[in-house]
């Protein structure tokens, strides 16, 4: 998978920092971006508004932050790696324990190693060819697209939308757990060209499910797949538009070319309709 026999694909392989003569040391700042050198081995990093910059080959024991951003770059080694609202990048060939942010997007080079799990509440996870993730992967809102990745436990979400696409490989299942809260977003889950999902899909809340021929998956709970041989999936179904009553003088929300003064309330049903129609409907509301 690396390269080269590289201190991060040692430490990838056996599970571990491997150790080295030099002693680590921890690096923390409040605002500044904190980097290290190639190669080198280095104990914890915290930052809360800065970001933190991991060099090619550099050996870590964790990154942490607030705000800022994570970038892990080609082969190095990192033990878990979490950010709140700043986005998390492993180049090709890396190696992290875990990866985790509640807002931040998660992007995954080629063929890196996740030695646990993979989890975001509303960022997007994007993985890239050769990836391998140990542990689950988790969503409650994010967008959840897997290129040519093997993962060796679960797929959990809740309203995000997955892409299986080709040649990956699920070990787990896929749960997508229903929620209380009223939502007009249809989840789409897509299971691409010879991709495969060994245990059991199940669905709580209805959802798009699009399965390629080429592609297996286990039993099916809660959804009827639609099969498609093409070489993407047909588009979403869209939902019927609710009608529309207006409620003047709270505030200005922009719906296609026009501007309205006051909020939009659905009378209908109690959800926001921009994620699927395209646009700011300000304060939707039941």
């Known amino acids: 998978m690396y390269a080269s026999p590289s201190v991060a694909a040692t430490a990838g392989r056996t599970r571990g920092l491997a150790p080295l003569d030099t002693p680590a040391h921890s690096l923390r700042s409040v605002s500044d971006d904190l980097r290290t050198q190639p190669g080198r081995r280095y104990g914890q990093l915290e930052s809360v508004s800065g970001d933190v910059k991991i060099a090619a080959r550099a050996i870590v024991g964790g990154a942490t932050t607030t705000s800022g951003d994570i970038h892990v770059h080609e082969e190095a080694a990192v033990g878990p790696v979490s950010s709140v609202s700043g986005d998390l990048v492993v180049g090709n060939g890396a190696w992290v324990r875990s990866a985790e942010t509640v807002s931040g997007d998660i992007t995954l080079g080629l063929n890196v190693d996740v030695d646990e799990g993979v989890k975001s509440t509303s960022g997007t996870i994007r993985t890239g060819r050769g990836c391998r993730i140990q542990g689950d992967v988790k969503s409650v809102s994010g967008d959840i697209v897997l290129y040519a990745t093997e993962v060796e436990g679960n797929i959990h979400v809740v309203s995000s939308d997955l892409t299986v696409a080709a040649g990956s490989q699920v070990s787990g299942g896929i749960h997508l757990y229903g929620t209380t809260n009223a939502s007009c977003h249809l989840p789409r889950i897509v299971i691409g060209e010879h991709a495969r999902v060994e245990g059991e899909l199940v669905f709580e809340s209805p959802v798009a499910l ?36 207006f409620d003047p003088g709270v505030q200005s929300v922009q719906w296609g070319p026009l501007m309205f003064g006051g909020s939009i309330t659905i009378s209908n049903i109690g959800c926001n309709y921009g994620n699927n129609y395209g646009g700011g409907w300000g304060n939707a509301r039941r």
């Open 210 to 245: 699009y399965v390629h021929t080429t592609a297996h998956t286990g039993p099916i709970q809660g959804a009827s797949p639609i099969v498609y041989s093409t070489p993407h999936p047909p588009h979403r179904p869209r939902l019927p538009m609710p009608p529309m009553t």
